[in-house]
Structures are given as C-alpha cells and as structure tokens.
C-alpha cells in the first residue's frame, strides 16, 4: 500500500508556475514508476507526465511537453512536478499516482492521491 499527499496547487495567472509536490509514504517508494495526471471539470482524467523508479526515464503528454518537468528525489520519498509557462487549458485538479504504467493504449496508476486544484486564470 502506498499513500500520497498532494500539495502546492492554487491560482496563477497564465504565463505563471507553479511546482506541485507528492509525499509517499507506506510500500517502499523507491522502487515505485510514479506520475501526474489531471482532471478539468467536465472531462476525464488525463495523463500528463511519468518517471520510473530510478528518475532515468520520463515521458509527458503532448500538451505540456516543453513546459512542464516530472522529478523525484528518493531520498524524500517525493515527487515533483514544474510547471512553467501554464495556460488556462491547465486547469484541473492534478493527481500523483503510484506504480504507473503504460498499458498499451493509456497510462493508468494504482495508488492514487486526493489531488490538488490548479487555477490558471488569462
């Protein structure tokens, strides 16, 4: 079992950045593929960025890519995420989400955190 906290959301203007933060704690952390994912109202949830267990892969959806950076550092059993450059169309609720894999056709993620609000206002 691996539970995840979510922080550093909130309003920023477009143009902004922010830098959410996910704490792990339970299973070992480690050794676990972590990532982002978001959900704006009325749509579903979406991926959004990955790392493996050792940070020495990443992989981003098309919509942030160039913008937003995926991190961890083990260390502190934490996740991170910089966004930089954010537009409206990022506002949603972003989730962490443990043991993420690619499933041939989506990205999915087993353990799941209660996720934090993003606002990026034009």
């Known amino acids: 079992q691996v539970q995840l906290v979510e922080s550093g959301g909130g309003l920023v203007q477009a143009g902004g950045s922010l830098r959410l933060s996910c704490a792990a704690s339970?299973?070992?952390?480690?050794?676990?593929?972590m990532g982002w994912f978001r959900q704006a109202p009325g749509k579903e949830r979406e991926f959004v960025a990955y790392?493996?267990?050792?940070?020495?892969?990443?992989y981003y959806a098309d919509s942030v890519k160039g913008r937003f950076t995926i991190s961890r550092d083990n260390a502190k059993n934490t996740v991170y995420l910089q966004m930089n450059s954010l537009k409206p169309e990022d506002t949603a609720v972003y989730y962490c989400?443990?043991?993420?894999?690619?499933?041939?056709?989506?990205?999915?993620?087993?353990?799941w955190g209660q996720g934090t609000q993003v606002t990026v206002s034009s």
């Open positions: 989400a443990a043991d993420v894999k690619w499933y041939g056709a989506s990205w999915l993620g087993n353990y």
């Open positions: 790392i493996s267990w050792s940070g020495g892969s990443t």
């Open positions: 339970g299973r070992t952390f480690n050794r676990a593929n």
